[in-house]
């Protein structure tokens, strides 16, 4: 039985020309979570996620506003912008009447739903399952008078900035 | 178009290497692609994902993402991690002979 390494691009394809070197796969990425609105709650979630499901290692650091998203008595509530927010189709003097954003969050929560995207404390879940490392970080911990028992169980840790760096060595960093 | 010989059939894969034609998989075609990507030895375990996800495939039309793998094969997310380390989300449809899955969760 013989086999080729099916890992490595064509040879013989017109496309890939000889000594064209590959760029190097992405080993590990870190992603820094600073914003508590859902729909920047989810796409730092869901690139970790991402990277974890292709085998690249991934660490999650929260930080400032992006702290609820795993702080236990808001992540389940967490808001849609409808002020401040030009993407939203509706002027923004509308957005800030009284029950306005609710509204808008539980559309969007609605439609995740339906296209099956898990809520975020599944996210958060299924990224601790996956092996992803999740951090929170020391100072804004200490401006919100948080303490480690106020966050999701699936935190691993506190951190400073100088750990996040320390624990980022070769980590490509995303901030959201 | 690269190519995996294995015994005396030759196997078509995309530069990813996935099967292009998921009628050439066999077990023993598993086997062989699950050695590519670093697993020396399919489990029972494994072939529970497997079998899972062809079948899946099979009604659905599509191969199944990670997410729905581990809420529906029996397997849960930690373990198919454990089974496939290089990551599951593209290895199990990889080793079932599928197309590298459309979903992002």
């Given amino acids: 039985m013989t086999t080729t390494t099916l890992n490595e691009p064509a040879t013989t394809g017109a496309a890939v020309t000889e000594n064209k070197e590959q760029p190097e796969p992405i080993q590990r990425v870190s992603i820094i979570c600073s914003k508590g609105t859902l729909d920047m709650a989810y796409p730092g979630l869901i690139m970790a996620n991402g990277a974890r499901m292709n085998g690249i290692d991934a660490m999650v650091f929260f930080t400032f506003w992006g702290l609820d998203i795993v702080t236990e008595k808001k992540m389940d509530h967490l808001h849609v912008a409808t002020v401040g927010n030009p993407s939203m189709p509706i002027p923004t003097m509308v957005g800030g009447l009284p029950g306005m954003e609710a509204m808008a969050s539980t559309m969007m929560k609605k439609q995740m739903d339906d296209l099956e995207i898990p809520s975020v404390r599944e996210m958060i879940e299924i990224l601790h399952d996956s092996g992803a490392e999740l951090y929170a970080c020391r100072m804004a911990m200490d401006m919100f008078k948080l303490e480690k028992e106020d966050l999701a169980p699936q935190i691993d840790d506190v951190l400073t900035v100088m750990d996040f760096y320390d624990k980022s060595a070769g980590s490509q960093i995303i901030f959201i | ?105």
């Fill in chain 2, 1 to 105: 178009m690269p190519a995996v010989e294995f015994n005396s059939l030759t196997l078509e894969v995309n530069e990813e290497g996935f099967l292009t034609d998921s009628s050439q998989w066999t077990p023993e075609v598993a086997e062989t692609l699950a050695k590519e990507v670093g697993i020396d030895e399919l489990t029972e375990q494994h072939w529970k994902v497997i079998t899972f996800c062809r079948e899946d495939a099979a009604k659905q039309g599509a191969p199944p993402g990670l997410r729905r793998i581990s809420k529906l094969s029996g397997v849960n997310m930690k373990e198919l991690y454990q089974l496939f380390p290089k990551g599951p989300g593209k290895l199990a449809a990889k080793v079932s002979g599928l197309p590298k899955p459309q979903g992002c969760i």
